[in-house]
């Protein structure tokens, strides 16, 4: 059986159950859709809310408040996925063993509904900034990634996130305390600060993959992340059995 998670999806006590492999593929979907959306939707940031925010503040000091409407939009997206992908994980915790995977189904849907818009509307090309198209498709993408935050997989003692501030600074953090630690304290912080630094490696390649995808492919891209998350919903569903 798999270890009961509290309402807001966090870890009780015992073991760490969530598959490493799933946390590292979807770290690796979140730098693919941030790809995603820089390249097609005017160097838009669709799981990278501190960009679009530092580029919405920047357009607002130059006074250019259109700009500052289209980076500030994916923010309000975000936002709302993330609730929305809150709430359900909530109302799941107590009927189901790893309410992550449907959490993690609506992120692989809202990104097919991604590569279906685009090849309808856009006909998988990068949408003219400000059309509808543009902002349907915005609206998904970062939904998705809204959503994925919510799934909360832990990995390496923290959240993976769309963001990666945080990953590095623990990283950081480790390799400090293993240049004191001797013996199995240093390999321990060691092989730690592997699995930080593995976490931002997969967001890093996700980035490169899905990005040069997006320029040979255009929106038709999107399918590689929702592949990820499938994968990863696999990978939990399978640890579900195991456990």
């Known amino acids: 059986m798999s270890q009961p998670v509290k309402?807001?999806?966090?870890?009780?006590e015992g073991p760490d159950p969530d598959p490493p492999a799933s946390a590292i593929t979807l770290s690796a979907v979140g730098g693919g859709v941030d790809g995603l959306g820089y390249v097609l939707l005017d160097s838009l940031f669709t799981a990278h809310i501190t960009g679009n925010t530092v580029k919405t503040g920047i357009d607002i000091a130059l006074l250019n408040l259109p700009r500052a409407f289209?980076?500030?939009f994916p923010i309000a997206i975000f936002v709302f996925g993330a609730f929305a992908g809150a709430l359900l994980r909530n109302a799941l915790a107590h009927r189901l063993p790893r309410p992550r995977v449907v959490v993690l189904a609506t992120s692989v849907v809202l990104?097919?509904?991604f590569v279906a818009a685009g090849a309808l509307l856009a006909a998988n090309a990068p949408p003219p900034p400000g059309t509808a198209a543009f902002y349907l498709l915005?609206?998904?993408a970062t939904a998705s990634m809204g959503v994925q935050n919510a799934a909360k997989p832990m990995f390496a003692g923290?959240?993976?996130?769309t963001f990666m501030t945080g990953t590095m600074t623990d990283f950081a953090e480790s390799?400090?305390?293993?240049?004191?630690?001797?013996?199995?304290?240093?390999?321990?912080?060691l092989h730690h600060a592997w699995l930080l630094f593995s976490v931002w490696l997969a967001y890093l390649l996700g980035g490169a993959a899905?990005?040069?995808?997006?320029?040979?492919h255009g929106t038709a891209a999107?399918?590689?992340?929702?592949c990820g998350v499938a994968l990863s919903i696999a990978l939990e569903l399978r640890a579900g059995r195991a456990t």
């Open 210 to 216: 899905v990005g040069a995808a997006a320029l040979r």
């Open 138 to 140: 915005a609206t998904l």
């Open 175 to 189: 390799l400090a305390a293993s240049t004191t630690a001797q013996g199995p304290g240093r390999r321990s912080q």
């Open 70 to 72: 289209v980076n500030a």
């Open 158 to 161: 923290r959240p993976v996130r």
């Open 222 to 226: 999107a399918i590689l992340p929702a």
């Open 111 to 113: 990104l097919a509904a």
């Open 7 to 12: 309402p807001d999806g966090a870890r009780t």
